[in-house]
């Protein structure tokens, strides 16, 4: 029973191609996140969105392209992958009370390499 | 820019000792979060203390939150090496709906 779940776990690619992560929780949040890690580590905040509605847009490229079918899935779609897009990509999810931010619970993980 | 900042980078202790981590941050903050990730997982929370507490304790983890020098420390107690992994401090700034992580700890347990 897998809480926040995500496929590919590898994804292998070359530059231009447009690849698409798909992420599903089973939690009954109301909000999920992408988080992108690189190398070093870093986790950045992409994209969250809250009951199907996107409320946060970071500095990200107009190639990626979060899309919400219903609270319980969010997808990540890639257009012309550059080199740069390798990383490893984590979905999350949480409850969204008035002020702050809950506990976050995370899938597994997308390792996305660009050749 | 990075709002939280984990000190150190790396530590490496033996099995049975204490390990600390401390961690900077720079806007007012609802809360503090901290996470585990084990190499190749995802994250795993650990345990959360609100800008209005001080300390907190979860099993062998304390949690310490100064808001007015902006840091927060966990300490691990009695070190297994199953502790082994990278820590991670978050913030979310006031009015933020996001959390922002700190670069991360990698701790080493030796046995």
């Known amino acids: 029973d897998t809480a926040v779940s995500q496929t590919p776990k590898y994804l292998v690619t070359q530059m231009g191609n447009d690849k698409s992560i798909k992420c599903e929780q089973n939690?009954?949040?109301?909000?999920m996140y992408w988080y992108k890690q690189d190398s070093k580590k870093f986790l950045k905040i992409m994209f969250s969105?809250?009951?199907?509605?996107?409320?946060i847009n970071e500095t990200v490229p107009n190639r990626f392209s979060p899309k919400s079918p219903d609270k319980a899935h969010l997808n990540l779609h890639i257009n012309s992958l550059e080199l740069g897009d390798s990383a490893v990509y984590f979905c999350?999810?949480?409850?969204?009370?008035?002020?702050?931010?809950?506990?976050?619970?995370f899938g597994p993980g997308t390792r996305l390499t660009v050749t | 820019s990075q709002q939280g900042e984990e000190d150190p980078q790396a530590l490496s202790i033996q099995e049975g000792e204490n390990a600390t981590m401390n961690c900077s941050y720079k806007?007012?903050?609802?809360?503090l979060q901290w996470y585990r990730q084990n190499s190749g997982r995802g994250l795993v929370h650990l345990i959360l203390i609100r800008s209005n507490e001080r300390e907190k304790h979860s099993g062998r983890l304390r949690v310490t939150l100064d808001t007015s020098k902006k840091s927060s420390s966990l300490l691990i107690t009695a070190s297994r090496a199953a502790d082994t992994a990278s820590y991670f401090c978050a913030t979310d700034g006031t009015g933020r709906r996001a959390l922002t992580f700190g670069s991360g700890t990698r701790l080493q347990v030796q046995p």
């Open positions: 969105y809250n009951n199907k509605e996107l409320i």
């Open positions: 999350a999810s949480s409850q969204q009370p008035g002020t702050g931010v809950y506990e976050q619970y």
């Open positions: 939690l009954g949040h109301d909000t």
């Open positions: 806007t007012s903050i609802n809360n």
